[in-house]
């Protein structure tokens, strides 16, 4: 007889200390060798920061680092990032410190220009996927 284990049942979530959401999400979770996160440039007290898109791209990268290290993983595991952007000059500023936190061969990636995030104040998120030891 075949034991069924559910995804439900298959699927992990990442346990991290960034700031604890009231919205019904994971920060992480990961199935089948494979992590998906989606970051924001919060600090520990869930308060988007300040200080314009550099400001935000380095606090969501690091925050992404932090997640990837909880999981048992580094930046290096990571296969594949969507970043979106909420104004298309972002971008220059956005390469620039992805290039301080990611070596080659790099990931994936696709960049998109979007009207609005979540929070007004957030001018990037990033969308990301990495491999992860089962």
């Known amino acids: 007889m075949e034991l069924s284990v559910s995804l439900q049942e298959q699927k992990q979530a990442v346990k991290t200390s960034l700031f604890a959401s009231k919205a019904p999400l994971e920060w992480a979770i990961t199935h089948n060798g494979t992590l998906y996160t989606a970051q924001i440039p919060i600090d520990q007290n869930g308060v988007v920061v300040e200080g314009g898109i550099e400001a935000q791209t380095r606090k969501t990268l690091d925050n992404l680092a932090h997640t990837l290290e909880c999981a048992g993983e580094s930046l290096d595991s990571v296969l594949q990032v969507l970043?979106?952007?909420?104004?298309?000059?972002?971008?220059?500023?956005?390469?620039?410190?992805?290039?301080?936190?990611?070596?080659?061969?790099?990931?994936?990636?696709?960049?998109?220009?979007?009207?609005?995030?979540?929070?007004e104040e957030m001018l990037v998120e990033l969308v990301v996927y990495a491999a992860v030891k089962e």
């Open 83 to 119: 970043i979106y952007v909420t104004d298309r000059e972002y971008l220059a500023t956005v390469n620039k410190v992805y290039a301080e936190y990611f070596n080659a061969p790099y990931p994936n990636r696709a960049a998109m220009v979007v009207a609005g995030l979540a929070r």
